[in-house]
């Protein structure tokens, strides 16, 4: 799927940048899901239970979470090497 990026070769502004795409992603992410559990609800007042309105977003949800868990320890990994340059920069 993605390639898994050496952010120890990376410098203070390219880490700075990852950091920020990282938490852009993270709003939108859950911009979307907020979005797909309001299909959600809709669907299930409107026409009730069916496949269409439950299914498929639960699917779509499900795989954004998991993408999301893996940008957040992507996030963790950007953190530690941001703050390893700035020590380094400090002495």
């Known amino acids: 799927m993605f390639e898994k990026k050496d952010y120890s070769q990376l410098t203070l502004e390219e880490l700075l940048i990852?950091?920020?795409?990282?938490?852009k992603n993270e709003?939108?992410?859950?911009?979307?899901?907020?979005?797909?559990?309001?299909?959600?609800?809709?669907?299930v007042v409107k026409n009730g239970?069916?496949?269409?309105?439950?299914?498929?977003?639960?699917?779509?949800?499900a795989g954004i979470f998991k993408?999301?868990?893996v940008q957040k320890q992507n996030l963790k990994e950007i953190q530690v090497e941001i703050n390893n340059k700035n020590g380094k920069k400090d002495k």
Do not use: D, R, T
């Not at 709003?27 to 669907?43: D, E, N």
């Open 49 to 61: 239970f069916g496949f269409l309105y439950l299914a498929i977003p639960i699917f779509l949800i």
């Open 18 to 23: 990852e950091e920020k795409k990282i938490k």
């Open 27 to 43: 709003i939108f992410s859950a911009v979307i899901i907020g979005f797909l559990i309001g299909v959600m609800v809709f669907g």
């Open 67 to 69: 993408n999301s868990q």
